[in-house]
Each structure stands twice: as structure tokens, then as C-alpha cells.
């Protein structure tokens, strides 16, 4: 291991070889991406979180539990909700 004082190099130097840490990093970092944009193209709509939820036809609390990054109860269902509500659709890939 060469030696450095950057921080994130370290984590990564020390990480790169844990498969489960990988698939963690992974997963938190989806869950970031759908909150993000569920945020996102809510704003753009220029909705509230309550005029989205009455939209789609769920309560409040719903809509602000998959706009937190922590959330991990995303559903495909859920997203196709939000994105019928938003007149958009969904877009899904697997990427290596």
C-alpha cells in the first residue's frame, strides 16, 4: 500500500477488496440517487411534497420517506406512481 495522507484514497485503498462494503457503497449510493431525483423532478413540476403525494394517492409521510437518502423502501411500483403523476416514465438499466 503506497502511502498518502488523502483521506478517501485510504478508505479506498482499505475497502477496494471487501465485496460486501462494495455492495453496501452500492446500494446506499442508489438509494441517494432515487431520493435525489424524486426531489429533483418534484421541484422542477413545482409541486409540494403534499400536492405530489395527493397526486399519486398516498400520504404525505410516503413522499417524504423517499425523498430521504436514508429510505430503503423503494418500490418499482412506487417510482412508476411518481413518475405517472409527473407525466414522466421510468427508465431502467443494468450497468457493469
Known amino acids: 500500500m503506497s502511502k498518502?495522507?488523502?483521506a478517501v484514497k485510504i478508505i479506498n485503498q482499505m475497502i477496494a477488496d471487501d465485496p460486501s462494503i462494495?455492495?453496501?457503497?452500492?446500494?446506499e449510493s442508489l438509494n441517494i440517487e432515487v431520493s435525489q431525483l424524486i426531489?429533483?423532478?418534484r421541484i422542477k413540476a413545482g409541486l409540494t411534497q403534499q400536492q405530489l403525494a395527493d397526486l399519486v394517492?398516498?400520504?404525505?409521510d410516503i413522499i417524504v420517506s423517499l425523498e430521504?437518502?436514508?429510505?430503503?423502501?423503494?418500490s418499482l411500483v412506487m417510482l412508476q406512481k411518481i413518475a405517472t403523476?409527473?407525466?414522466?416514465r421510468?427508465?431502467?438499466s443494468f450497468v457493469s
Open 90 to 92: 421510468i427508465k431502467v
Open 4 to 6: 498518502t495522507t488523502d
Open 22 to 27: 462494495q455492495e453496501l457503497i452500492a446500494i
Open 68 to 74: 430521504d437518502a436514508d429510505y430503503e423502501g423503494n
Open 57 to 60: 394517492g398516498v400520504k404525505y
Open 39 to 41: 426531489y429533483e423532478s
Open 85 to 88: 403523476a409527473l407525466n414522466q
